[in-house]
């Protein structure tokens, strides 16, 4: 099971009136923050950092203030010493974490109008994933969808944007969707989820092969903060 909780950047930040938050965030998540310049993507990161420490402690039962992270070389955050995986996103007013005993990469993306669509289609997606788009009624809604399951795949293979978008391609299986990537030996499975006040989630995690076919993972979707004060 899969734990993903989307909640928004102002409910999440609210909750930590009069608590001591400071102890919960290591200082190298610290000083990552404050080397944000815009205060809504230091604001927007905090958020994701406490909403992530919340639910570890909740879901694994430690002291908040006890969570240790490490980053890898591509800047991804990781638990130490624990079998338990997460990720962050953020974009708008919204963050999500999600959280599991797998390798897991999460992306939230708001639907919003973009400048050279076309262009963007052709750096981002495969020929074939392009025509899709070009077939499909709603293309800006087709193409969000693809983006964070782009997005989440490179979160959960850890390489970011490093890994270029169109060197892989997506596709649909009978639960869901699975990567087609020469450069990967894990067993991929992924998830969409539409939100109703315009965002897409999607999330990217390593499952069981059995016989050929993915076995799909099964997601607890959470899209407000269960620690209001
Ligand atoms: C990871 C990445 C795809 C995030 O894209 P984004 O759309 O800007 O941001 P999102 O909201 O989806 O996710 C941001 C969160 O992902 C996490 N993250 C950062 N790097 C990550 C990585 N390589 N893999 C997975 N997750 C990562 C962080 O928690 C980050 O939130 P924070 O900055 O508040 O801690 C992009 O920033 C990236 O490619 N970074 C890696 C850059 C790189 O290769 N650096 C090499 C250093 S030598």
């Not at 080397?35 to 905090?46: E, F, N, V």
């Not at 955050?77 to 999460?106: D, K, M, Q, T, W």
């Not at 800006?140 to 391609?169: D, M, N």
Request: glycine share 6%; with cysteine; aromatic share 10%.
């Amino acid at each position: 099971m899969i734990s993903v909780w989307a909640p928004t950047v102002d409910e999440v930040l609210n909750s930590l009136k009069n608590r001591d938050w400071p102890a919960w965030i290591d200082t190298e998540t610290k000083s990552r923050i404050q080397r944000l310049h815009r205060c809504q993507d230091r604001r927007r990161s905090l958020a994701g950092h406490v909403l992530a420490r919340t639910m570890i402690a909740a879901q694994i039962g430690i002291p908040v203030e006890e969570i240790r992270v490490n980053y890898d070389r591509f800047g991804k955050p990781e638990l130490l010493s624990r079998n338990v995986f997460y990720n962050l996103a953020h974009c708008g007013v919204r963050v999500a974490c999600a959280l599991g005993s797998v390798r897991l990469g999460i992306d939230l993306e708001q639907i919003r109008n973009l400048h050279s669509f076309e262009e963007i289609c052709k750096k981002v997606l495969t020929p074939r994933e392009q025509r899709a788009i070009e077939l499909a009624e709603d293309r800006l809604e087709r193409f969000f969808e693809f983006w964070t399951l782009k997005e989440s795949y490179v979160k959960a293979t850890g390489r970011g944007l490093s890994h270029p978008l169109a060197s892989f391609e997506l596709e649909r299986t009978a639960v869901g969707w699975s990567v087609r990537d020469r450069s990967s030996d894990y067993n991929w499975s992924l998830s969409t989820y539409r939100l109703r006040d315009g965002y897409w989630i999607a999330v990217c995690a390593d499952t069981p092969s059995l016989g050929g076919e993915l076995c799909p993972f099964e997601i607890c979707l959470t899209t407000s903060f269960p620690f209001q004060e």
